[in-house]
């Protein structure tokens, strides 16, 4: 039987894993939000299952994503990582990023097209709009998820 801590890091790994990311740096993160203080790499190790090479690589590129923090606990001389507090609104600021360097791209070879073939240029001029757009709502949400928090869960009711 598994528990619901569990359930939610597995749960991120595959969230990670469809979203083209390795599953283990899922699992990782999953791992630090529900811990909610820093973990070495053995810590890691042990409570996943996995390989230290495994947790190490995964756990640096969280960190070069923003989503963890590399901590260096006092008296110890193995690397530790923390989530970070507002781990989502740096997901969503790192989508931004590649959405809009994907739409910057796009521009580029757009504009490379003939004159006489109007008809794709705009058509691919649209696909690197909705490019620049997605970014666009991207940063937008990170910062309303930002305002509100994600620490908990929410006192706002639906409506």
């Known amino acids: 039987m598994t528990t619901p801590r569990d359930q939610f890091i597995e749960q991120m790994g595959l969230m990670m894993q469809a979203e083209g990311q390795p599953r283990i740096a899922g699992q990782i993160l999953g791992y630090l939000i529900v811990e909610g203080e820093a973990r070495t790499l053995n810590q890691m190790t042990e409570a996943l299952k996995i390989s230290k090479a495994s947790a190490s690589t995964n756990a640096r590129m969280l960190a070069d994503r923003g989503t963890v923090q590399r901590v260096s606990p006092v008296g110890t001389r193995q690397d530790a990582y923390k989530a970070e507090f507002d781990a989502m609104p740096q997901m969503l600021r790192a989508m931004a990023r590649r959405f809009r360097a994907n739409g910057e791209r796009i521009d580029q070879i757009v504009a490379d097209f003939p004159d006489d073939d109007t ?4 058509r691919v001029a649209g696909f690197a709009r909705t490019y620049r757009d997605s970014a666009d709502f991207f ?15 929410s006192n706002e009711k639906n409506e």
């Open 119 to 122: 008809g794709a240029r705009d």
């Open 139 to 153: 940063e937008e949400w990170a910062a309303r998820v930002s305002q509100t928090g994600c620490d908990g869960p």
